[in-house]
């Protein structure tokens, strides 16, 4: 059990450190969180800096255009740039962490070709079509049908929660392609173009009342066979590789962030006298243990996921669990130690605490993350 | 940085779990609680012999010469198989009291938040005190600690075991969580009810993972604190291990119902021991009170 950093490491962070320190403030005013076409080119400006400095698709493969880093250096990646306030991935979120890995994983030479270097360059941006208005939990039980005319697929449905679609080039599209199957085996993977003819954007607007994602209607759009990554009917597996992308990197740099806003809380509490109260005190000293351990346990998944050769496991479960429930805390913590104020949307930590209710919700809820840790971790049979 | 235990590690927890399948099963445990949780000398000179004591004793002291991290690993394997007895003082009492690292003599200390004792009666020493106190019995909630109300005489010199002294006792606390989420996945797995087991329904299954997901948590915690020996981090990992230990035993025994309830099932041993380590080399108040503190010397980039 080894928590020191090799000569190597320690050099890439401060390298990296050196690089955050004199970029950063020659980036241009962050957009309004709103502002979509705003956010796209700003999320794509920080991207392209990343690229042309060498940190794009840090921890992609070679082969795939990136650098082939380990995950202790994607942690020290992750680390570093969320200490040094960086800009978050953004709009950049889903090429990068969702459809770019599987099209690395999955795709052919030439779909490689076609479409990582322009994420990697930020040039591009994909959007998430994976959730449907009915299918919710049981992402299985999608409706979007493709049927199949020469050389192109025929999609009609509708997809929900897609974050970016107003602004985005591409689409990871999950759609069944075999309607008489079993659920989990009729779905194909495709990579659709957001300009072609047929789709409609609606955005959505969220409790915290910003227009955060969309649903996407799709009528008869035509998409190229040649867009489908992995097998006809393969996709379920296909998306399995992807969800576990999603949990095993995606949240990694916000325990950084949560830890500092901690400290923020505290400073704040300090200030305005909240701190003598001690059911508060002892919150956020319980709060500083449990991030102090969420981060260890990235460390933990880090180096198991080292082991086992890069690809993360269940335990990105066990970890989305608690971390998802200890931000929802922190933020009611935070509600506390601004008092009244915590009423006003004014208070950035007032948006975030609305944000963070979809912490639970999002990749997969709680309930859905506790059968996986039930029953694929434990052992415990299926349920019905 | 490699955080996962080294294969040295990996095979010391292996062992030191074998030996105790082999030496404290299940009979044996049920002896101790029969026994009043009196101590079986002959065991606690074995486990000397083992090393469990002199584990962090330089060599040149005849001890064992290793570190923090495999003696969490040790006792996280004692706390699983609810080995009875002052482990934790008699280990720092390692040559610091004759016959402690040997396991020829039992230590233990005024590591309670007030004035009990834990296994006075046993004693042959308490750890910072001279000559060992007299104290009056007292009837305990835990059957394997038996308890003493005694006052100490030299003012109870442990302040500087206290942090060692909550990791290790975190690390027991996490071996006893980590046990309860085995007997409740395994009665979970076997036990049926409306024509399935009980481990196919989602609420019972919910309470497995949450236990299993306080577990690992603590687990990280006390190993990153194992190696660091930053005092945070041990007042984190006292802090979670305690909590998974308590609501473990607890969900464990909501999982096994009615038979939960009763004295035969072992679940209420790990509860009640889990209850007595909670107050032993520091509470959660105190670690919460210790962390916020911390939490204000932090650097902040704004």
């Known amino acids: 059990m080894d928590l020191t950093y090799t000569e190597e490491e320690r050099d890439f962070r401060a390298r990296l450190r050196e690089w955050l320190g004199k970029t950063l403030p020659e980036l241009p005013a962050r957009p309004s969180p709103d502002d979509w076409p705003g956010r796209r080119a700003y999320d794509l400006g920080w991207q392209r800096r990343l690229h042309d400095a060498g940190y794009a698709g840090l921890h992609w493969p070679v082969d795939a255009g990136g650098r082939g880093a380990t995950p202790t250096q994607h942690l020290i990646f992750l680390e570093e740039t969320e200490r040094a306030g960086a800009p978050y991935v953004g709009a950049n979120f889903v090429g990068l962490l969702h459809a770019g890995p599987t099209i690395a994983a999955e795709g052919t030479a030439g779909q490689r070709a076609r479409w990582l270097p322009p994420v990697l360059r930020g040039d591009e941006v994909w959007c998430q079509g994976f959730s449907e208005p009915g299918a919710g939990s049981d992402l299985a039980s999608l409706r979007t049908r493709a049927v199949r005319d020469g050389d192109a697929y025929v999609v009609t449905g509708s997809k929900i929660w897609t974050s970016h679609a107003e602004v985005a080039d591409w689409c990871e599209l999950l759609v069944r392609t075999d309607p008489q199957a079993p659920k989990h085996r009729g779905i194909s993977w495709l990579a659709m173009p957001m300009d072609a003819p047929g789709i409609t954007v609606r955005p959505l607007r969220t409790l915290a009342g910003s227009a955060e994602f969309a649903e ?84 933990w998944n880090v180096s198991e996921a080292q082991r086992s050769g890069g690809v993360p496991g269940t335990g990105g479960s066990v970890f989305k669990l608690a971390y998802s429930h200890a931000r929802q805390e922190l933020y009611d913590a935070a509600a506390e130690v601004l008092g009244a104020d915590s009423l006003s949307l004014e208070e950035e930590w007032t948006l975030d605490r609305l944000s963070s209710l979809s912490y639970t919700i999002a990749a997969g809820t709680s309930q859905i993350q506790r059968n996986i840790v039930a029953e694929r971790i434990l052992g415990l049979p299926k349920g019905r | ?29 049920r002896a101790s609680v029969d026994a009043g949780g009196a101590l079986d000398r002959d065991l606690w000179r074995e486990l000397g012999g083992a090393g469990l004591f002199a584990l962090r004793l330089p060599e040149e002291r005849g001890g064992v010469g290793l570190g923090l991290p495999e003696a969490v690993l040790v006792f996280e394997e004692a706390g699983r198989a609810l080995l009875p007895g002052p482990l934790v003082a008699t280990h720092l009492a390692a040559g610091a009291v004759p016959g402690a690292a040997e396991g020829t003599a039992v230590v233990t200390a005024f590591d309670l938040d007030g004035p009990l004792v834990a296994h006075l009666g046993d004693a042959d020493a308490v750890l910072g005190e001279d000559p060992l106190p007299a104290g009056t019995p007292v009837r305990s909630a835990d059957p394997l600690t038996p308890l003493w109300r005694a006052e100490p005489a030299g003012g109870a010199q442990v302040d500087a075991y206290r942090e060692e002294g909550a990791l290790l006792t975190a690390a027991l606390q996490v071996g006893s969580a980590l046990r309860t989420v085995e007997l409740a996945v395994r009665y979970a797995g076997e036990r049926e009810q409306f024509g399935q087991p009980i481990g196919a329904f989602q609420a019972v299954k919910h309470l497995c993972a949450d236990m299993l997901v306080r577990a690992e948590v603590a687990r990280t915690a006390v190993y990153a604190a194992a190696v660091t020996a930053d005092g945070a981090e041990v007042a984190a990992a006292k ?19 009615g038979m939960g309830f009763t004295w035969e ?38």
Request: net charge positive; charged share 30%; with cysteine.
């Open chain 2, 1 to 29: 940085m490699d955080f996962q235990p080294t294969q040295d590690q990996r095979d010391l927890r292996a062992g030191v779990r074998d030996l105790l399948a082999g030496r404290y099963g299940r009979e044996a445990l």
């Open chain 1, 216 to 299: 996407v209607f799709l009528d008869e759009v035509r998409i190229p066979v040649a867009n489908r990554v992995g097998e006809e009917n393969d996709g379920w597996r296909v998306t399995m590789v992807t969800l576990s992308f999603e949990r095993g990197t995606a949240f990694v740099g916000e325990v950084v962030a949560c830890r500092r806003t901690l400290a923020l809380l505290a400073r704040t509490a300090k200030a305005n006298g909240r701190w003598d109260d001690p059911v508060l005190r002892r919150t956020l000293g319980r709060l500083n243990g449990e991030f102090g351990a969420l981060w260890r346990l990235t460390q």
């Open chain 2, 239 to 257: 802090l979670l291990a305690d909590e998974a230990a308590l609501r473990g035993a607890r969900d464990c025994l909501q999982v096994h119902g």
């Open chain 2, 265 to 302: 099932a072992d679940v209420h041993l790990h509860l009640k021991r889990a209850w007595v380590r909670a107050r032993q080399w520091g509470t959660a108040a105190r670690a919460e009170e210790f962390l916020a503190e911390r939490l204000l010397e932090e650097a902040v980039v704004p």
